[in-house]
Each structure stands twice: as structure tokens, then as C-alpha cells.
């Protein structure tokens, strides 16, 4: 149970504390490439420098903030030296800097230009400019998982389970969820067309793109059981969201937690909601270059949750989801349902680069309580239930459901211990 019911200043100042934890280390965690945590205003460099400047910073940025100082094996200077005088666009740019981070063979290590930079940050302030559908892959394919209300794809009358094929004519199969999620999103008022497979019928629909304000918790009641879902950790405003949905499953006797498709965000997002359910002891260890050690405690409150609880976690759940998911299981706090997770244990700080571009650098990576490396390897679930292709279509959550029964199994065996003593 939550002890005391959160008053808006208790949160805030939770919220605070927890930061302060992190310390000057407010990194973004995410399956895509990340960066430090920032006001708006402070996440953007307005200083407008040479094509030339704007790559030397980057190369000094790296060779000075990589988490790996031997640069993956390479005498970093070479880029330098191969790229003097030559960059005289900020398209010159992009193209040399491209090159030279992938000598790093890192996949979080990015460039961003203003436009891709921009979509980042609008990400962090809970704004995207959409059609507001959820994906995700099974199999290759691109489906998807549920339409939020209220958004042209709920006027469009595109469904769960209903399968992009194409998107404004790129063909989507094979591609990643990002990728994807990347040819639908653009401009506000600008259309975009999708080719749809509903069963055996395929149809096209031209949607009209609108900022969605996106809402990363949602919660719900059935009977003793509460379910809360976590989209996404890269919401400003997931904490409060989450001490809503406590709120309004807290009479319940069990909580499923889904971060299924969860691909991560804010590192204090994830800690903050850690530390509701594990009230000592290390969150999780960031080991920085030169194995630099920094361990992030939880923080001694009047707060707790205590109650049986089942985590949902699927190959999508990666980064913050699986800081959150690991420390649950390291502690004993909850059993993972579902299938092993994506393996993302690298940590990327966003630095903010003239000409109002970005760096996502990989500066880190994370240990589990235990100390467990999970980069690339994933976290195992106690329970492994898979979802088909088939129980998407036909909205059967299997994992949801066999979640229920073995939570009501927890919850009565509980009930049964207390009854005894």
C-alpha cells in the first residue's frame, strides 16, 4: 500500500530529491540515442558558428566524454586531421560527423540536426506532432497496438491490430518501431498516408498530422487488481502521472506494472518510480569512462508500495524500462512476465551543439542492484508467455491475462500467510 496519499508539493519535492541523486549525471536513458536532462530553453545552443567549428566541437566532445577513451581502438586525431578545412556546410557537416561516429561502432552515439534535435526535445515535453498510435513489431511487421483517443487516427477509424504496410510509399516490414515511428510523425497539418492490412482487406487512409500531448501512464481497476502502464519515461510529467495512477489503484490488493514496448527516457523517471516500491538500498550503478563508479540510492521516505506485483516487460522494454524492471527483480519486489527484454545497458548524455544542433554520446553504462550487466543480453522473465501475431489481431493479451491469474494466486496466498500468523 502507498503510506500517505502524495499531497502536489510532497511530489515535487520527491521529484526534486531524487534528481539531486542523480547528481550532475542527468542523463536520458532510451533504445534510441539520448542526453542530459534540461529545461527547454537550456537544451537548445542558439550560437551560430562555421560549418568547420560546429565538427571540431563534436570531435572534442567525443574525445573528451566517450565512456571508452581508447575510442574503439583508434587514434582519434585522424578525423581531425582528414576533415581539416574540408566541412564548409552544415551538410558537410552532418555527412563528416556521421562518419566519424561510426568508427565508434556504437548505435546510441548520434548526431542531430536542428530538425531531429528539435523532435527530441519535443519528445522530452511530452509533445509530438502525430496521428497518435502506439506500434509495435511482431514478426517483421508493423502493428498496431491501440489508438489513443481523441487523435486523427481515432477520426481516421484506424483499429489495434490493424498492420501498416506502408507509409507515404516506403515500405515499412523489416523496419525497426523508431524508424517507423519516424516516417509518421512530422509537421502539424501536414498529411501523411498510410497502407493498412485489416484481416485479408488492405486499404489506404491519408491522416492529418496534430500535436499530441502524450500521456505516458494510464491506469485501471478490475476488481482486486490495479494495472498501471508506463509508455514511455521520457515525459516531464511521467512522475505525477504515475502518483496518479497510485492514487487510483490504491485499494487494490495487486498491481500489474506494463512497460511492454516501453523503450525508456529520463533516468530520474525510472529512479523515481524504483524508489516508490524500494525504499533502500541502490537503485542501480552508473560506470562511467575509466570505470568511473556511481551509485544512485534510493531515498529514505515516508513512502512505500507494498503488494504483490507482476511486471510485463517484452523485447521492447529497454533502457529505463529495464532499470526499473531489474531492480524489481533484483530486490524480490516483483516477478517479470513476459518475454526477455531488449538488452540496452548504455547510457547516452544529450549535449546541446551550436547552430541549435545535438549530440546523443554514449557515456556510461548501468549495472543492475545486483550487478548484473545487461547490455546486449536483456533481463530474463520469471514467467515467459509470448504474444503471437494472432493475439494481437484478435486483442487477446495472453500475457495481460495469465498476469491476472497468477497475481490473484499471489494475492490469495498472501492472504492466506497474514490469516496464519
Known sequence: MLNNRMKKNQVILFIVTVAV????NKFVLSQNP????????EMVNHEHVSSQKLFNDVWSAVKNNYYDPSLNHQDWSRWKEHYHGKVKTDEDAKVAIDTMLASLDDPYSRYMTKEEYNDQNTSINSKISGIGVNISSVSGKILIINVMEG???QTANLQSGDIIVDVDGTEVNGMTISQVADLVRGPENTPVTLTILRNKDKFVKKVLRKEIKIKTVKSSVDKNIG????????????PSEFIDAVEKTKNTQGLILDLRGNTGGLLPNAIFIANLFIPDGNIVSIVGRNNYRYDIYAEDTQFEIDKPMIVLVDGASASASEILSGALKDYKKAKLLGTR???KGMVQKIMPLPNETGLNLTIAKYLTPSGSDIN???????IEVKLTEADVKNHND???ITAKKILTKMIQQETTTALSK
Open 227 to 238: 494495472y498501471i502502464q508506463i509508455s514511455s519515461f521520457i515525459g516531464s510529467s511521467t
Open 34 to 41: 539520448v542526453a542530459i536532462e534540461h529545461s527547454p530553453s
Open 376 to 382: 546486449k543480453k536483456g533481463i530474463s522473465p520469471d
Open 151 to 153: 487523435t486523427p487516427a
Open 398 to 400: 495472453v500475457q495481460l
Open 341 to 343: 527484454t531488449f538488452g
Open 21 to 24: 541523486l542523480v547528481g550532475l
